[in-house]
């Protein structure tokens, strides 16, 4: 090794690489480099393993500061939610979390109150001092068609999951709710129950009538019609499922099958259903939404509807992330729900 060679290892462990210098090894433009550091849909898979291998053998790490102001925001993926279940929410940070890793974007949660007639303000503010990359907007927040226009308005990207078209296909990532509830209904009439009862969730929420309809829709195949005394709302917490089933469950003429909005208020019907003194499923068949943990921990262990919410929030990241280089339409059915029958329900 010449001395002038040795002069040139040692600059190189003393001077941080930048990225001017991967750009010059990769013989590419510093946008090129920039864009696989971001993961970038425009760079061709040759030219970006050439980069990413330069990258992890120079030991380059990106300075966030100074990617921060050369996109003149931060990395920050903000999830802004008011759901009141814990594990949809759980579930949700985990897909964006999925869609997240190996990349330099970073989640932060800003839980918010849609009741509170100040929240978008809120919201607002949190867009001016924090200015993240963009936000992923979950149910009911989602559907504030005022809120997603304040978004417009400061240029912050955004993707909203509804259970409806409310905005442009690439904007949305949409879910099935009504579809799931129709499972449900058609489940439990084929088990013969006739008299059921339906826990649905606040009214605010989109979902709550997507799955009303669907309910109401699948009792309809059976010729059944969705009694109005035994439709009662609840919260999507589990304190009103116990609250709203106790309610059912005392009138003289009690259901003998109960779909909840959610498994959160269906494991409060389970606890109404034993304070009552009946037995799951012999003397009551229940159905939740969602297929969270909790479903198949409980005994018996609960009929519900398969939501892929963690498939959903990887989803709306990925979409979100991939919103400057363009994103591939949803896949038909790619959030597709399915019944999954356990032991809470049985024949009447």
């Known amino acids: 090794m010449t001395d002038d060679s040795r002069r040139d290892k040692d600059t190189r462990r003393q001077t941080p690489v930048t990225i001017i210098d991967i750009a010059r090894m990769a013989n590419v433009s510093k946008k090129t480099v920039s864009r696989v550091i971001n993961e970038s849909p425009l760079v061709r898979e ?8 330069i990258i992890k053998e120079t030991g380059f790490t990106p300075n966030p500061q100074a990617r921060a102001l050369a996109f003149r925001r931060s990395f920050l993926i903000g999830l802004v939610y008011d759901n009141p279940s814990p ?14 890793d190996e990349t330099s974007f970073q989640l932060v949660l800003r839980p918010c109150d849609r009741a509170d007639a100040n929240y978008r303000e809120r919201v607002e503010s949190f867009v001016v ?3 993240p990359f963009g936000l992923i907007l979950t149910p009911s927040v989602s559907e504030d068609d005022e809120l ?31 579809q799931g509830a129709e499972l449900a209904a058609r489940h439990l009439a084929q088990l ?12 605010t929420f989109r979902s709550t009538h997507e799955r009303l309809a669907g309910f109401t829709k699948g009792l309809a195949d059976f010729g059944l019609t969705l009694d109005p005394d035994l439709t009662i709302e609840g919260a999507y917490t589990f304190d009103s499922g116990v609250q709203c089933a106790t309610t059912l469950l005392h009138k003289q003429d009690r259901p003998t099958a109960i779909f909840a909005g959610n498994d959160e208020m269906a494991v409060g019907v389970y606890v109404a259903a034993r ?5 799951i499923p012999q003397d009551l068949s229940i159905v939740g939404f969602d297929d969270t ?9 609960m ?6 919410i963690r498939d959903v929030g990887r989803a709306a990241a990925r979409r979100l992330i991939q919103v400057d280089g363009g994103s591939a339409a949803q896949p038909p059915g790619a959030f597709a729900l399915e019944l999954i029958v356990r032991e809470s329900t049985e024949a009447l």
């Open 293 to 301: 943990p909790i479903s198949s921990r409980i005994w018996p262990p």
């Open 129 to 131: 001092q924090h200015k």
């Open 303 to 308: 009929t519900t509807v398969r939501s892929p």
């Open 275 to 279: 304070k009552a003194g009946l037995q």
């Open 46 to 53: 040759e030219t970006r393993e050439i980069v990413k291998q």
């Open 192 to 203: 013969g129950h006739k008299r059921i009862g339906h826990i649905h969730g606040p009214n």
């Open 87 to 100: 594990q949809y929410v759980v579930n949700m940070q985990r897909g964006i979390l999925d869609a997240l």
């Open 148 to 178: 997603a226009e304040m978004l417009r308005e400061r240029n912050c990207a955004y993707v909203r999951i509804a259970s409806v078209e409310i905005d442009k296909p690439d904007l949305i990532i949409r879910t099935h709710d009504a």
